[in-house]
Structure formats: C-alpha cells, structure tokens
C-alpha cells in the first residue's frame, strides 16, 4: 500500500482512538473515524508482542495488507481506520484472516457489501 494510504503519525492513531468508535471480532479490533477532507481512505496497522517475535507480526501486518489490497475498491474512501490484530491471529492462513478481516469491517460498516464504494 502506497504511503498516502497509512495512518502513521501519532497524534492520527491518537485521534482515531479517541475521536474514532471502535467494532471487533475475536481476531481484530478496528476504530474508525470520518475525517472530511481527503479523497481516499487511510489505515493504520497494530500488532502487539503478545503476537509473537518480529518475524510472526510482520507476517500478519503483511497478511492484514494484502487483504486490505484485494478490498480497497470496496472501501468507503472517506474514513481513516485502524486494525488491531489478536494474539489469536498469529496461526490462521490468508483466507482465515481476510474473512475475520471482511466481518469486522462489515461490523464497523468500512466495507460497502454490494462492492461498489459508497458515494
């Protein structure tokens, strides 16, 4: 994902979670808040220790974007959100992790069902 995509400062990730409203699932957590004024989506990627060594999270950060690559047309372009992985996360394959992925972005309603962006 480009970097114009990513939450990465700080004071963003701050205000997601303390404006944002949070929705999860047993493998995410995800906060999501509409900012006004930029004209694509942007997410920022959480993995704790408890996840495992560095080698383990990154696969799942890795995981996380790739399915967040594959949906990315079917995402509301005006949101900025924040995924949060589970330490559950750690053994489950790409499809385990893009359908726990697809249900709590449908949950925080990121994901537009029908598949087209939501206007």
């Known amino acids: 994902m480009k970097k114009a995509y990513r939450v990465k ?3 963003e990730f701050q205000q997601v979670f303390q404006e944002g409203t949070s929705f999860a699932n ?3 957590v995800v906060y999501r808040l509409e900012p006004s004024d930029q004209p694509h989506f942007r997410v920022g990627l959480s993995v704790g220790k408890k996840v495992g060594n560095a080698v383990a999270r990154n696969r799942v950060k890795r995981l996380i974007r790739a399915v967040l690559q594959e949906l990315s ?3 509301d372009p005006r949101l ?3 995924v ?3 330490p559950a ?3 489950l394959s790409y ?3 893009r359908s726990n992925l697809i249900h709590v972005l449908k949950l925080a309603k990121i994901l ?4 087209n962006r939501i206007k």
């Open 9 to 11: 400062k700080e004071k």
């Open 26 to 28: 047993r493998k995410f």
């Open 73 to 75: 047309p079917k995402i």
């Open 80 to 82: 900025d959100f924040i």
């Open 84 to 86: 949060i992985a589970r």
């Open 89 to 91: 996360i750690k053994d």
């Open 95 to 97: 499809e385990e992790v």
């Open 112 to 115: 537009n069902e029908e598949g």
